[in-house]
């Protein structure tokens, strides 16, 4: 047993071998490749960076118009940082993440490929 799993035990949570604890919502997540990996970065966020983890949000929904054809559209980030003590809207957005979706997804994927997310977020990131 790790010691994250013996910490768990004595708080009275006893997790299975695929589960893992976010260490933001304190909500009991699969444990994927993907997960670990958000888990480090909001770890990172928060020691490296100094946010707080009030201003932190998962799987945020930041609404954008597509500068192409002017429709309104949504993409999911799986970590928003927000402007400190600021409400958890779009236009205070200081940061955000969006970890790749697995090791499996081919980079010209459509829909979960690196040019699709980055494509999606960039445009997020410049028409609020």
Known sequence: MSIDNEQQVKDGLVLEEN????SLT???VKATNKEQTLQSMIA????EYGFASED???DFRVKYTDADTGNTKTQKVD???FEQGRAHETENLA???IVAKDAKVKANDKK???????AASLIA????
Do not use: D, H, K, P
């Open 19 to 22: 589960e893992m604890v976010c």
């Open 26 to 28: 304190n909500r009991v």
């Open 44 to 47: 990172m966020m928060a020691e």
């Open 56 to 58: 932190m949000e998962r």
């Open 79 to 81: 970590l928003a940082i």
């Open 95 to 97: 940061r955000f993440i």
């Open 112 to 118: 979960a490929g690196v040019t699709a997310t980055l």
């Open 125 to 128: 990131s410049f028409s609020f």
